[in-house]
C-alpha cells in the first residue's frame, strides 16, 4: 500500500525556520516523484516544490525560490522541505503528494500529477 506521511509542521514566527517530513512508503522501487503543496485558509491548493528522487532534480514556486529547499534521502525514502525567513502568507495545511508513473520527467506542481497524498500538516507563521 503506498502511503505518504507527512511530519514538522507547526507554529513559527515570522522570519523563522520549520523542516517539513515527508515518509514514502510502499513504492515498489526507488524511483519517484515527490512534490509539496500547500492550502491557505480560503484558498485554493498550490504547488510549493517537487523533486524527482532519481537525482534530485527540483522546482519551486515563485513565492518561496530562495526561502525553501527540498531534498530527498532515497534511503530513508524521505523529502524534506527546509523552509526559512517564513512569512505570514507561507501559513496553510502542507501536503506531499507522490506518483510512481513517469518518474523519469521532471516533476512539476499540478494537483493532477500525483496519484497519492498524505493527511496534512499545519504550519502557522506568526507576525
Known amino acids: 500500500q503506498l502511503q505518504l506521511v507527512e511530519s514538522g509542521g507547526g507554529l513559527a514566527q515570522s522570519g523563522g525556520s520549520l523542516t517539513l517530513s515527508c515518509v514514502v512508503s510502499?513504492?515498489?522501487?526507488?524511483?519517484?516523484?515527490v512534490g509539496w503543496f500547500r492550502q491557505a485558509p480560503g484558498k485554493e491548493r498550490e504547488g510549493v516544490s517537487c523533486?524527482?528522487?532519481?537525482?534530485?532534480?527540483?522546482s519551486y514556486a515563485d513565492t518561496v525560490k530562495g526561502r525553501f529547499t527540498i531534498s530527498s534521502d532515497s534511503a530513508k525514502k524521505t523529502v524534506h522541505l527546509q523552509m526559512t525567513d517564513l512569512k505570514s502568507e507561507d501559513t496553510g495545511v502542507y501536503y506531499c503528494?507522490?506518483?510512481?508513473?513517469?518518474?523519469?520527467?521532471?516533476?512539476?506542481?499540478?494537483?493532477?500529477?500525483?496519484?497519492?497524498w498524505g493527511q496534512g500538516t499545519q504550519v502557522t507563521v506568526s507576525s
Open positions: 510502499g513504492f515498489p522501487s526507488d524511483y519517484y516523484i
Open positions: 503528494a507522490g506518483r510512481v508513473r513517469g518518474w523519469w520527467y521532471s516533476c512539476g506542481k499540478d494537483e493532477d500529477d500525483y496519484d497519492y
Open positions: 523533486i524527482r528522487s532519481s537525482d534530485g532534480n527540483s
